[in-house]
Structure formats: C-alpha cells, structure tokens
C-alpha cells in the first residue's frame, strides 16, 4: 500500500522503529502555541495525504505527550477518510493543570493507516440472541 503525501514543511512522516504501528506527526507553525488548560486548539502539521481506496487514516495521541503533560486529541482519535486533501491538523486538548507550549517541530500526534471494510446494511425486525444479550457497560464485570 502506498501513501502518497504532500509536505509543506518538508519534513515527511515516519516510523520511528521496525515495529512501529504509528507515524509521528509534527507542529508545522511559526510561532509557537500555548495550550492552556483545558483549552484546544488545531494545531497544523503541514501534511497532506492521498489514501487508497479502503484504507482510513487514524490520528491518535501519543502516549509520552499523554501521561507526561497531560495532552490528548479532543475526539480520542480522528478519522481521516480516504477522499480527504486537506491539511491534517491536530485537534489537542490539555488536560492537565498547566500551560503546554508546543514549538514548531514537536511530535504532537501519530498517524496510524488501517484498512477498513464498508458494511452492507440489512433492515430486520429482530436481531439473534447471544449469551450477554444487552447487557452493557460493566456488564461482565470491572
């Protein structure tokens, strides 16, 4: 599968390690942003990306920026779909207790490709039964 991108920083997405499942995505800014707390903000990467046909981008936090300082995206992750050719920007939340400076460079976000199938829809009156039925949140215990 080939990932085609266009990089108005020149700087281009990669993999860190052999088994590395996400890309680091980087700030592309001039001046840097302060996050304060609870306060979001996109933040651009200066990438842009042409996915095949069945595959998603997914835009996750990386865990260091999350447990360290307390940054997260604000819709956990973000889907990219394969017909988008806007500028993939990061939508970060700081929910720690102090300001977040982030300078133009910095890991913000990974880039995660996945292939995905698309359902066919069919209409019944009633679904099949299973062990759990509808059981949910806690059902199954903590």
């Known amino acids: 599968m080939k990932l085609r991108i266009v990089s108005k920083s020149g700087v281009i997405p ?3 390690t052999e088994g590395s499942a996400g ?4 700030a592309y800014i001039n001046d840097p ?6 306060e979001r903000k996109l933040i651009p ?6 996915l095949p046909l069945g595959y998603e981008g997914q835009v996750r936090a ?9 940054i997260g995206l ?3 992750i973000g889907t990219i779909d394969s017909d988008y050719r806007g500028e993939l920007k990061i939508p970060a939340i700081n929910f720690s207790n102090e300001d977040f400076e982030i300078n133009n460079g910095d890991r913000i976000a990974q880039l995660i490709v996945a292939k995905y199938e698309r359902a066919e829809i069919e209409v019944v009156e009633e679904l099949n039964d299973t062990v759990r039925g509808a059981g949910g949140f806690g059902h199954t215990g903590v």
């Open 74 to 76: 604000v819709n956990s």
């Open 14 to 16: 990669r993999y860190e």
């Open 62 to 70: 990386r865990s260091g920026l999350a447990i360290k300082k307390g």
């Open 33 to 38: 942003i302060i996050l304060k707390p609870m």
């Open 23 to 26: 890309m680091d995505l980087k």
């Open 45 to 50: 990467t200066g990438i842009f990306i042409e």
